[in-house]
């Protein structure tokens, strides 16, 4: 039987965690094809046309689609699902509010976080913010799993040449409705998408200091920034920017710890990034333990140096 990825998408493009998500579902053996489900969304159904691997791409359009409201996705995914064995979501944001609805819909296990697959029917998961990896079998007809998208390669772009089919979209939910959305817009690359993080931890003080140091080196790198959940918390930092176990999972090319202690529930979500430099004046910090490159230094004298150096 075939894989079903649920893809994510602004109705034009395709969002880069279903690239991942694409990769993950091909390693489950079958066919991979995707769900585009959105208001005018040919477009991003045009783009999932073009991933490599994909065989077919199912285009639901229906205005109640169109804001990827949980309620509606997740009828519409049990509406196909009976002709798949696995069903795959990103493990955003989105996909961990409509899977576990569609898990509970079918009346099956999810299966969470995916890191890797062994067998169509065994994958791995981290527990424990990440220090133990368990081995999960599912004897589940349906296997809904979420993918963390770090443990996977991203699928090409470009390359398929998949057939688009239209599906009739289901009925909107009479208990559920779009009011609408405030979106953050931001120059900066996306924080899970970035190639180079640029963090700051409780140590940098205020949200003055936070931005007068970390946005200089920044701008010079080409970088996201993101915080701790400390840095967060005390308001150094928009809750968006917020990397770890209860924020976003990145594993960017370089990522830079500046002030950050290193606690488990951090490190849970930074720890796969490919180099990872840390600038912390406590040489007992745990952050450099996980460190390629670790600076013991006072960041506010070590950053603007370093800034300017580049």
């Known amino acids: 039987m075939a894989a079903l990825v649920i893809a994510e998408h602004d109705n034009a493009s395709i969002k880069g965690a279903t690239f991942n998500t ?8 079958g066919d991979v094809h995707v769900l585009i489900a959105g208001s005018g969304a040919a477009g991003a159904a045009a783009a999932a046309a073009q991933i490599a691997g994909v065989a077919k791409v199912l285009h639901a359009d229906e205005p109640g689609l169109g804001h990827g409201l949980a309620e509606n996705l997740a009828a ?18 989105s996909g961990k509010n409509v899977a576990p609805r569609v898990a509970a819909l079918l009346d099956v296990a999810q299966i969470s976080d995916a890191t890797k697959v062994i067998s169509p029917d065994t994958f791995e998961r981290p527990i424990y913010a990440g220090n133990a990896i368990a081995t999960v079998q599912s004897l589940d007809a349906t296997k809904v ?37 405030e ?41 996201a920034l993101g915080a701790s959940r400390a840095a967060v918390d005390a ?64 960041l506010f004298t070590a950053v603007p140096e370093l800034t300017e150096s580049l």
């Open 235 to 298: 308001g150094y930092a928009p809750n968006d920017w917020q990397v770890g176990q209860t924020g976003k999972i990145v594993a960017p090319q370089l990522y830079v710890a500046v002030g950050i202690s290193g606690a488990i529930q951090h490190l849970a979500g930074m720890k796969d990034s490919k180099v990872i430099v840390a600038i912390n004046k406590d040489a007992e910090a745990p952050i450099f333990s996980v460190a390629d490159y670790g600076l013991e230094a006072d």
């Open 76 to 93: 519409q995914v049990v509406a196909i699902a009976a002709g798949y064995s696995h069903i795959l979501f990103p493990a955003t944001a």
């Open 145 to 181: 799993i979420t993918v963390r998208t770090t443990g996977f390669d991203p699928a090409a772009a470009t390359g398929g040449s998949a057939a688009v089919e239209s599906l009739s979209p289901v009925a909107a939910s009479a208990s559920a409705t779009f009011l609408g959305s």
């Open 22 to 29: 694409v990769t993950a579902a091909l390693q489950c053996g």
């Open 183 to 223: 979106i953050a817009r931001s120059d900066r690359p996306e924080l899970t998408a970035a190639k180079i993080i640029v963090s700051g931890g409780r140590a940098m003080g205020s949200s003055e200091k936070f931005n007068a140091v970390l946005t200089p080196l920044a701008d010079k790198l080409g970088a």
